[in-house]
């Protein structure tokens, strides 16, 4: 089945500086890579998602970047905020009725 | 308002009680799941149903059990609670052919 890790676990980032958040999967099949964000004591949220046919995708500070050839895919924060601070959760499947496969989360602290 | 409920949202029980946690969701969703939330962030998928009288198990195995009988219910069972299974447990849903998961808010169980 597939795998996917994620790093770094935990980042800490200055207030206005950027953030990324790394992923790597398995399986060369799997087309559908959404991020999900948990800040603490809520439920996780989809922020943003990309499919395999597209490299980048952007929404305001937010951006995911993909690369099939390394099976790899980033999520990127720019001028990071106190909001930010939350665990972030990537995920990778095959789409249609393919169950997601979370990776490990990484807590991202904004400090101010 | 659609949103998918979780009741208790915390239950604190004794070793050896049997519980059911609730999860109803009013989106009309066929798919829906149950995931084990470790208190270090990892999420871990313990039983799924893409639609009534369909339940599989997860990647994680659960002493748990899990019914649908209706497409907007999804209540998850422990028969004989232990401090094993302490945790926090995510319901969510989706529709089907569509990957984005709708989680709800989460039970916190802690069995002493």
């Known amino acids: 089945g597939e795998n996917v890790e994620q790093h770094p676990s935990t980042l800490s980032v200055q207030e206005g500086d950027s953030a990324v958040i790394k992923c790597t999967y398995s399986d060369s099949a799997s087309n559908y890579f959404p991020w999900y964000k948990q800040e603490l004591g809520k439920r996780p949220q989809l922020i943003i998602d990309i499919r395999s046919n597209v490299g980048e995708k952007k929404d305001q500070r937010i951006a995911v970047t993909l690369n099939k050839t390394a099976k790899h895919f980033s999520l990127h924060i720019t001028e990071t905020q106190p909001e930010d601070s939350a665990v972030y959760f990537c995920?990778?499947?095959?789409?249609?009725?393919?169950?997601?496969?979370f990776g490990t989360g990484t807590r991202l602290t904004i400090i101010p | 308002e659609a949103d998918i409920y979780q009741t208790p949202r915390y239950l604190v029980i004794g070793t050896g009680k049997k519980i059911t946690l609730e999860c109803s969701q009013t989106m009309g969703h066929d798919k829906m799941y149950w995931y084990q939330q470790d208190p270090g962030m990892e999420l871990h998928l313990i039983h799924y149903?893409?639609?009534?009288?369909?339940?599989e198990k997860g990647d994680l195995s659960s002493e748990s059990t899990v019914s649908r009988i209706r497409t907007e219910h999804f209540p998850l069972t422990l028969e004989s609670a232990r401090p094993s299974h302490t945790s926090q447990y995510l319901c969510?849903?989706?529709?089907?052919?569509?990957?984005?998961?709708?989680f709800g808010s989460g039970t916190q169980l802690s069995v002493l």
């Open positions: 995920a990778a499947s095959m789409g249609g009725n393919e169950k997601l496969t």
């Open positions: 969510a849903s989706s529709i089907g052919g569509r990957e984005k998961l709708f």
């Open positions: 149903s893409y639609g009534v009288n369909s339940t």
